[in-house]
């Protein structure tokens, strides 16, 4: 026999909130707010944790079943539930007012979100490179017992290496791809040849100068055609403006194109939900540095870094799939996409289906 | 120095999840989503009767000051955003499917959401009377230590208690009165009479028998009626069909209907939140309803009874301030409203401005 | 070229809003959010029509490929997260006041919500059986022309036919299924007996009488075997208390327990989400029914019918899908789910990857 | 009589969804969605300009009554709620994806979200400066007779300006106020220095080079007391570094530092809800950008510039109320607060109170 109260073990759970501002003899009402806020983004940061840490080991395999996709897909999706609500949350702590966050912020010195270790470890566990971190200094704050903590618990492959681990090895893209990919490459350069013709069109109606806009469209090709040169991607990944390989990225491309084939559906639903994890990562950044800069403005944040600059910057720039979603650039619609050569195009059906 | 960890006691919160399912050696992923949810719930549950608790504190006095209500305004409208977070929250524990909640739900016996201590005391701290409970049964599910923890912890008077004491010391209402709800009386008399002439008008148009109509207009102008009768409304008291007192509930009408007046601005924004706050408390038990119902559909709650039907005709009946929220049947337009006396009507502005 | 505003025909949708208020020089400031609220709430009707009209037509057919059953289930996720926005919109019209809705309220009579074409449309695309709505009147409330207007946009399948059809053609179910069943019988007889001995227990320690719970354990058994017998369960359609057919109910118990096959995966997700749209719809009603009685109380309708008692038993009553809810009452968990025979064991797999 | 299809247009309304793609022949079934979630998007536009230009209307006037500012808090907690369900709204244009976009984009060129000429007019109705926008090309974009029609819309003041208005006449300041800022210069100061003592003693125990940080306390100490010199601040806003006047800005400080007097409470609470607009507005660009870029990666927007970029770069820094976010740089713990003289605080109090 096990009661509610002693299953969801809340002896431990609601007895660890202590108000700093009480122990200091100048209760502030708001801290409890504060508390309560942040310790249940710390249990659902450990819901995804164990969420995206199973995911990563359904698909760190040699092979990986379709039915295990699907699994990964609706967890997936969960995780981005959560990931919404927690996003929603920041409506909550925000009922405090920057004022009267002052009446207790100085008993908490150097107390700081930027030492939850969950979160650190979520950023490591999608695969957040360490060289993307906007600063050194962040994983300086870390306490020298937490650096090993944290070591340990990413000794593992990272979300971004099982996918694009299954992702390199998704079939179908060897034989007759030649033909198809040349076909494609067609089609993407007439997209961005019609691209130039409008910008040029528009500009001229509206007296304004293309080359902006002609020079991006430039650019966007050079990138396109780079995804099909070893050579050249080799350097786009040596200098980091692409991060996944060759072989993986271009399985991204194939698979979009051609979702609508029976075997492509989950897959290509999954990487959308991929995308999405990275979309709502980043939004939770993005509230959280509104958060701080309207709670301290441009005080010095109690970890002692200038909080609102960094979390700015670490919200623009730390994406860990921003190559998948970069590749929406290339993107064809389906009137211009080539037909697969037949032995390709069978093994995308699920065979009970195609007898 | 405090570190975040510490601050918020992360080595007890975050090492309360044991699943029974891997205890008995069979785990089941999706235990750790329902741990987690429900610890969450009670979390947010404290922060919710930590705020509700304040409110009542300040409004237990002979005198509350104009500037305590603007206080218990702006909390009870982050209880309010708080039971709104509640209630999407269910859209996460939903993303468990009812087979996968059977593969662990064996293991729970007899722990129930039914037990949670919190969310009774929230329901006795509200003003949810006794005999307003559905199945008696509810109490006797507590264990006896329980029943004594929840009698101490609602001990004081109730949410419901404070606020019908704050409006029966609202004042202006004494001198002059009588002429005054004389013509707002006759302005809901001519507002109903209008509602019967469409009634009639509507059901002859359509072919219909307007009776059914009729007799709820005839009922709903009984039952205003009786708001001024001290005789009828001590019936109504009686036989349960009304709670607030008929001070109290006059104030109200009162109160909503001189709202534009400076000093009753805050009153009526407060009630307002209240009500909204009765309204979420009504759809979380509608949100936890359907997910019970989904979850194990028509089957025996593990606490032993049958839950739907239960929390069905809970959802349904057991709202605190439904006087209030029912007062709207018996408001009147802009235009209808008799003009305050003049005495009455100075006292209602803040008298910094009447200068 | 097409620009912005005549792409989406700004001139006609911004130019729809009249306030009667201001027509009758009694301006109410609130009007506007009226208008503009019912507007969204019609345009998200007219996109959710639009998904679940394209769903249909999808299953309508005697064979449904695996991959549109990907397509239906990602589409009516779709319509669920617009579901669940409409339901989050009632928070905007619940920022006006009852006093300031009575303010204009007079003036629209006999408007009403009861009448939105498309919400009657919608109810019937998805399978509202007409002997289920609570008031005929509700019906008869419609003009003539409106009647004929229903009556032709909703001729063909609702969204219950065909997901009966396709339900009933899932195939897997007739070979072997003999000893299949028994088993799962057995495991659900011995589920509902580990019940009794629960409740019987649990009484015991609390010096409480079982019957009820028991009584409610008998009457779930009962219903249980009637599923497996063709005469008890025609009896059970006559009365009303089943509406599927006996080949689709079982169906959703076969998917349910073995969803963890490849090829019952997305049957399974699609299922689900089925059922959160039956919830979606009736916490819709809810928000819906708390909205109206929060505004008007007691009060007669505008449309002339007594407003909340309608509108609480039909939210509480009106399930298209109840029947599949309900089955969640006989899930069993995994540990005692019996084995699959072979031979239908195989045909679950994708064969592409049996080989 | 007025019937609610006619009351609401819905010929008009739900008759103007008409996608290219049907008219190319080449239907794609997202674009429903993409059309729909653009009008709905058009028509909360129009009703939060709608609260927007009342709440200016209340403002612009020399003496604002107490009264008033409660009626423009409640309308603008309303125009927030709006803004938060706008910002949920991205995610029902997010389940359409990239691909799926892809096959109906072309026939949209050169219609953009970037012609959204209430959007526009939004901006400036806050206060956006023409100077802030990132473009000038945006405004270019426009066609003359849209410029002109923009310029007509925004005539009178924005938002920015009758709040700073309104604030610059809060009394209260003028007596005594000179011993009472240099006490609050002082508490600042005190506070100040304590960043800076914590600041080294953790860099210290971390090893680390605290001059960054010490750096950014000494530019905020500078900005800080600039507030308190006429000419350092007219240097300021020279510089575009503040936009607010200096009486305004103080008059948020004080109104900050003193919002427990009762008749400070509501200009606190209307003023943070005018700082969460702001936010909202962001969030709002912030969600728009990330849409976008999930779309169209780096092509070029269909109304021929680098959207993405664009996009982000206004996100990040177009904020009307930024000065008065900022503000919470220089707040100061309730322990700190330098009393006020006897004469300031009874003015304070509701007189009605004091007797």
Redesign the interface.
């Known amino acids: 026999?096990?009661?509610?109260?002693?299953?969801?073990?809340?002896d431990?759970?609601?007895?660890?909130?202590?108000p700093?501002s009480d122990k200091h003899g100048?209760p502030?009402?708001e801290e409890?707010?504060f508390?309560?806020t942040?310790?249940?983004f710390?249990?659902?940061f450990?819901?995804v944790l164990?969420e995206v840490g199973?995911i990563i080991k359904l698909l760190d395999r040699d092979y990986v079943?379709?039915?295990d996709v699907?699994?990964c897909h609706?967890r997936l999706?969960?995780v981005n539930?959560?990931m919404?609500?927690l996003c929603?949350?920041f409506?909550?702590i925000?009922?405090m007012?920057?004022?009267e966050f002052?009446?207790?912020?100085?008993?908490?010195?150097?107390?700081?979100?930027?030492?939850?270790?969950?979160w650190r470890i979520l950023e490591r566990t999608l695969g957040l490179a360490q060289d993307r971190r906007v600063l050194k200094?962040y994983t300086?704050?870390l306490a020298e017992q937490h650096k090993q903590q944290l070591d340990a618990a990413t000794a593992g492959p990272s979300l971004f290496d099982v996918v694009q681990r299954w992702l390199e090895k998704i079939p179908f893209m060897e034989s007759g791809a030649y033909a198809f990919w040349d076909a494609y490459k067609t089609a993407v350069q007439n997209?961005l040849e019609?691209?130039r013709r409008?910008?040029r069109t528009?500009?001229e109606t509206?007296h304004?100068d293309?080359s902006?806009?002609l020079n991006?469209?430039d650019?966007?090709e050079r990138?396109f055609l780079a995804l099909f040169d070893a050579g050249q991607y080799a350097e786009l990944l040596q200098q980091g403006s692409r991060r996944m390989s060759q072989t993986a990225t271009l399985a991204v491309l194939f698979i979009?194109?051609y979702?609508?084939?029976?075997?492509l559906?989950?897959p290509?639903?999954f990487l959308?939900a991929v995308?999405?994890l990275d979309?709502l990562v980043?939004?939770w950044r993005?509230?959280h540095t509104?958060m701080v800069?309207?709670?301290?403005?441009?005080?010095?944040g109690?970890g002692?870094?200038?909080g609102h600059e960094y979390l700015?910057r670490t919200t623009?720039q730390q994406r860990v799939f921003d190559d998948v979603?970069?590749?929406?650039?290339?993107?064809?619609?389906?009137?211009a996409t080539p037909a697969l050569p037949a032995e390709i195009a069978d093994?995308l059906q699920?065979?009970?289906?195609t007898r």
Request: charged letters at 20%; hydrophobic letters at 40%; proline letters at 4%.
């Open positions: 026999m096990i009661y509610y109260s002693d299953y969801l073990q809340l431990k759970v609601l007895d660890a909130q202590h700093e100048a502030a009402h409890m707010l508390i309560i942040h310790q249940t710390e249990l659902w450990k819901q164990f199973s079943p379709e039915s699907a699994v609706a999706r969960r539930r959560i919404e609500l929603d949350q409506s909550l925000e009922t007012t920057p004022s002052m009446d207790f912020r100085a008993f908490l010195n150097p107390a700081s979100g930027f030492q939850s270790m969950q200094h300086d704050a997209m019609n691209d409008e910008v528009l500009a509206e304004r293309p902006e806009a991006q469209i650019a966007n990138g979009s194109t979702r609508q084939y029976p075997l559906q989950l290509y639903q959308d995308i999405e979309k980043s939004l993005y509230r509104m800069s309207r709670m301290i403005g441009m005080r010095v109690t002692g870094s200038s700015m623009m979603t970069s590749l929406s650039s290339f993107l064809i619609p389906a009137h093994r699920f065979v009970n289906e």
